[in-house]
């Protein structure tokens, strides 16, 4: 599902911001987007946005990785920074392969 999808608003019903897609968005509308690497493997989506509110800046996204209807999938925190939009497919992109988050050391949903 895409950010496009979520904007229940119509907010980016018009992009004004001079780029390919919104320069400001909001973070309802990014959870739930799909993660994808640059060899188009569907490496999961985004499943939380968690943000520092002492400075208003986002730390990094929680990524879902794996597993069916929830169940085995592992988590990864992802620096905001190593996610790129891609606003023609309304994704992200996250520069790693696939391969090397099956074996990385994730977290589960109770720890």
Do not use: C
């Amino acid at each position: 599902m895409s950010y496009l999808d979520r904007d229940t608003y119509g907010m980016y019903k018009s992009n004004r911001s001079g780029g390919p897609g919104p320069s400001v968005m909001g973070a309802d509308t990014l959870i739930g987007n799909d993660v994808y690497n640059e060899k188009e493997e569907d490496l999961g989506d985004i499943k939380e946005i968690m943000m520092d509110t002492r400075t208003g800046r986002v730390n990094y996204a929680v990524l879902s990785f794996g597993g069916f209807l929830g169940m085995g999938e592992k988590l990864f925190a992802v620096p905001w920074g190593a996610l790129k939009l891609d606003t023609q497919h309304e994704r992200f992109i996250l520069n790693v392969d696939k391969d090397r988050l099956k074996d990385a050391p994730g977290f589960d949903k109770d720890h």
